[in-house]
């Protein structure tokens, strides 16, 4: 049954509105004289459209727009006004209304605009979680072995509510790994709420996680619900939880054993139903051992384990994930996709990606692309140090014309000249023929002698 509610300075008014629309709409109603009332209801229970008077005293429905929109609340809204005052109405849809409608329309049209607000809310929602999925499903791109065991072992666990840890070296994409088990698991109609452990004020950690009651500190000006009960019957995914501090991990303990959230200033329990999914890319057996993170929470964490492997493990995979990557960036800078060069994809290939895995490569493919100025991406894009240069090889330059090493220097280019122009300038399998370690060697020495395949 939707939820709706009421907020208008009017009793009577609220009174009759809530009394028609639980007739003619079927609706759960509920009423608030004020705005700041309005938003303390919004902050703490499931609502699923609100409809909002425009004038009222202290804070009125325009200030109340502008509250939900910094809060992140994206509760449908419809105002209502008597004023007639159309400038206003439009005034209130610019701040983020739904929509509007008079007092005096029939109600049979007000709980068509409600069940047409709360549909586009889901629909936005859902659209948000599409997007959110193209654009950030890289790492679980590829058909390598590790990848294929990932696939397998999400498939196995996302049916079950047990906890989950996942475990990975940054960049990897342990997130995706967690949207991949909620999308398989409780299914994207539930939230799913994502917190960065690390990047919680130390004061604040509490009050993120599990809410915080009106006053319980100085600047909690209002029941604040927190990430554990936004998440609902969804999940909660617990990145970084090797940086929660001590304090914080004993009552995340408590939380995970008794199935229950205590708010911050709160004397009353309220049910944990979400999954809770904890991501880290820090040993923490090794944290454990030094008295850094809880041994029993680690324990309780660990029911079952994911591992998501480095991009140093799959290099298959790499080719694959150049071109969505390349596709994906394009798209979200809003330029022109350009083509990438087998030899530019040899090159990334052979790297090794042990700074930031994934996220590294897609850092690297925007820098080619925003300074490529050709169609297609070439191996001279590529930046020298994954091409493997360094200020040291200055000293391959050749010599002065006649000496040992600018005759070793024209040997070595008439030797490779030779080899590409026998196997139709194919670097690879020129490359194995002059028994090199891979392309990217004979790439190197391209380069250093200004070899480029003939137009």
Same mark, same amino acid.
């Given at each position: ?9 009017? #009793? ?11 007739? =003619? ?5 509920? *009423? =608030? ?12 229970? #499931? ?9 009222? /005293? ?6 109340? $727009? ?14 209502? &006004? ?18 509007? *409608? ?31 999925? *193209? ?28 906890? !989950? ?50 006053? %319980?500190? &100085? ?7 927190? %990430?554990?009960?936004? +998440?609902?019957?969804?999940? $909660? ?33 309220? @049910? ?36 998501? @492997?480095?991009?140093?493990?799959? #290099?298959?995979?790499? #080719? ?7 596709? %994906?960036? +394009?798209?979200?800078?809003? !330029? ?5 060069? /087998?030899?530019? *994809?040899? $090159? ?12 590294? $490569? ?8 925003? +300074? ?11 930046? @020298? ?8 090889? %200055? ?61």
């Amino acid at each position: 049954m939707k939820q709706v509610l009421i907020v208008d300075d009017v #009793p009577a008014m609220a009174e009759q509105y809530a009394y028609d629309l639980k007739r =003619v709409g079927r609706y759960q109603t509920s *009423v =608030v004289a004020g705005g700041e009332a309005a938003l303390d209801v919004l902050a703490r229970e #499931p609502i699923d459209c609100v409809i909002l008077d425009l004038e009222m /005293p202290g804070i009125d429905g325009f200030e109340v $727009l502008r509250r939900m929109h910094q809060r992140g609340i994206d509760t449908p809204v419809i105002v209502y &006004t008597g004023a007639g005052s159309y400038d206003r109405c439009v005034q209130a849809v610019r701040l983020g209304a739904y929509g509007f *409608v008079d007092k005096a329309e029939p109600i049979e049209r007000i709980v068509q605009e409600i069940e047409n607000a709360v549909s586009r809310g889901q629909l936005v929602g859902e659209l948000r979680s599409l997007r959110s999925r *193209v654009e950030g499903d890289q790492s679980l791109i590829g058909d390598s072995g590790p990848m294929r065991s990932l696939r397998e072992a999400i498939a196995r666990v996302a049916p079950i509510p047990s906890t !989950v840890l996942i475990v990975g070296e940054s960049g990897t994409g342990k997130e995706l790994v967690a949207r991949e088990l909620h999308r398989q698991g409780p299914g994207e109609k539930t939230p799913l709420v994502a917190v960065n452990s690390g990047a919680l004020p130390e004061h604040l950690v509490e009050s993120e996680l599990f809410g915080h009651e009106r006053g %319980a500190f &100085t600047g909690a000006d209002r029941l604040r619900k927190g %990430a554990f009960e936004n +998440a609902g019957s969804g999940t $909660l995914f617990l990145d970084e939880i090797g940086e929660l501090p001590l304090a914080a991990q004993a009552k995340l303990l408590r939380v995970l054993e008794d199935r229950k959230v205590m708010r911050v200033g709160g004397d009353r329990a309220v @049910p944990m139903t979400a999954r809770v999914v904890a991501a880290t890319n820090r040993d923490l057996e090794r944290e454990v051992e030094g008295g850094r993170f809880r041994q029993d929470l680690f324990y309780r964490l660990n029911v079952h384990m994911l591992r998501v @492997p480095s991009l140093r493990e799959r #290099p298959t995979d790499i #080719p694959a994930l150049v071109e969505h990557l390349l596709r %994906a960036i +394009a798209t979200h800078l809003g !330029v022109r996709p350009k083509a990438i060069a /087998p030899e530019a *994809v040899a $090159l990334l290939a052979g790297y090794d990606w042990r700074k930031n895995n994934v996220r590294e $490569l897609r850092n690297c493919l925007e820098r080619m692309l925003i +300074a490529s100025s050709a169609t297609v991406i070439r191996a001279d894009d590529v930046p @020298p140090d994954i091409r493997g240069e360094r200020e040291d090889d %200055a000293s391959d330059e050749p010599g002065a014309a006649g000496t040992l090493k600018a005759l070793k220097a024209e040997a070595e280019r008439e030797i490779v000249v030779a080899a590409l122009e026998k196997h139709g300038w194919q670097v690879t399998r020129t490359a194995e023929a002059l028994g090199l370690a891979d392309h990217s060697s004979l790439l190197k020495v391209m380069r250093r002698h200004g070899l480029r395949k003939p137009a």
